[in-house]
Structures are given as structure tokens and as C-alpha cells.
């Protein structure tokens, strides 16, 4: 940022084209980790760098096709814009011009979510805002505020498109909570795949999990896949017998 006076977005912007020119460097540090790791990329929270520029979504898409990744977009949003229905507006059409751009299994979180008393009482029960139903009864509480009123055409175009598209949801999280973490590492490994390497399953099965809830449990799994490998080797020790 000193070296080519450039301010924190410009610097990030910046980086991620260096890095995008630089992607052989990268691909080099993860192909050692690819066999027996879990890759987590954190990336900076400037929204821009995913619906505005290419360099970010340029480089995802190199390491999917040239290391093979299966990768989900995980965006977090605070969970105290739903106190302000403006910006909650906002950060739906964030979440889905995100969805549009990156063009990856993505996963909304409400973060926070056990801080949102704090911010103030909510004008609808929590599932309102993570289901993203019927946002005709949003446009009313905008209408409400004096500040907001006159946008109130622009807000319902906005939330018609958001509305058409059906695409945002938002899974909460209380990082305090272990089920509400846990139920968020399922839906993501449900979301990339991860869930389903260690299954040796009928595409049926395939189906139910991946049609289901998030309720599965990963030791059962793993004990049921341990259970298909022993019965595999105790048909190959007897399968040239008369109790095959």
C-alpha cells in the first residue's frame, strides 16, 4: 500500500491480481496438502473482490480445474443487519450477486446470531430472515421509516429480484453453540462432497442424504463404512465356500 500509495481496497484488489499472476507459486504450496488435508481459504471481507472483480474468481477457478478441488463459497454476514431492514435488503442482494458471480455450491451464515438480541427487538421471528419468505412484509417496515421511504420502490424492484431468483437462505450460528457449528461443518461438507467419500453406497442412498436433513451423524457413518469393508473381506475369505 506504501510502495504504490494505494488505500486498504485498492491494496486487497491489488494482491489478489499479483496472486492470480502468480498462481503457479500457490498450486506448488498446496499440492502437498492435497491427499490428507481439509482446505480452509480465509478470505479478506472486502465485498467487492467477489462481484465486482474477476482476479478472486479468476483464481478459485484455476486451483479447481488444475488441483481438482471441490470447493463451497461460505459468506458470513453478521447477524445485526437484520435489526435494520435496509440493511438486511442490502445484504441480500450482496449474498446473491456473490451466488451469481463466484458460480460455486455457496453456503449463507448468519453470524453472530446469538448477539442479535443485543442489537435491538426484530421486527419478524428469526426464521423470516433466514428462510427469505415473502419479503412484501419487509417493504412495509422500510416504508415505516421516515429515512427509507422514498426508496421504497427501489427496495420492492430489489426485493422482487431477490424474491424471483430464490436462491438466499442463511444458516445461523452461535459459535458458542457446538450443534449450531456442527450443523454448519455438515451443510458444507453435504455442499462440497466431503460427506459422501467415505460412503460406499447405492446412488438411492446417495439421494437421501443429499435430498435430507443435515442430521446425520459422522462416527455412524464411519461405522457403517467400516462395516461394508469387513463384510467385503469376510465374503472374499469365504466366497470359495459351500456358506458363500
Known sequence: MVEHSLGP???LVYCMDYLEKNIDWLESKLKPLLKEHYLL??????????FLHDNAKNMIMELIKKL???LTAVHLVDAHLCSDPGKYVSALLL???TMLHLELPHVNVLS??????SYGKLAFNLDFYTDVQDLSYLQNEISQDPRSAKYRKLTKELCEVIEDYGLVNFTPLDIQDKESVGNLVKLIDK???YIF???DASAVEFSKIAVGPVDWDYYRVAAVQEKYI???????MTKDSETK
Request: proline residues 3%.
Open 9 to 11: 481496497n485498492g491494496g
Open 41 to 50: 481459504f480465509d478470505f479478506p471481507g472486502q465485498v467487492e473482490l467477489f
Open 68 to 70: 481438482d478441488l471441490r
Open 95 to 97: 449474498s446473491l450477486s
Open 112 to 117: 453472530k446470531i446469538d448477539l442479535i438480541e
Open 191 to 193: 455442499s462440497n462432497g
Open 197 to 199: 467419500a467415505g460412503i
Open 230 to 236: 469387513k463384510d467385503d473381506e469376510d465374503f472374499d
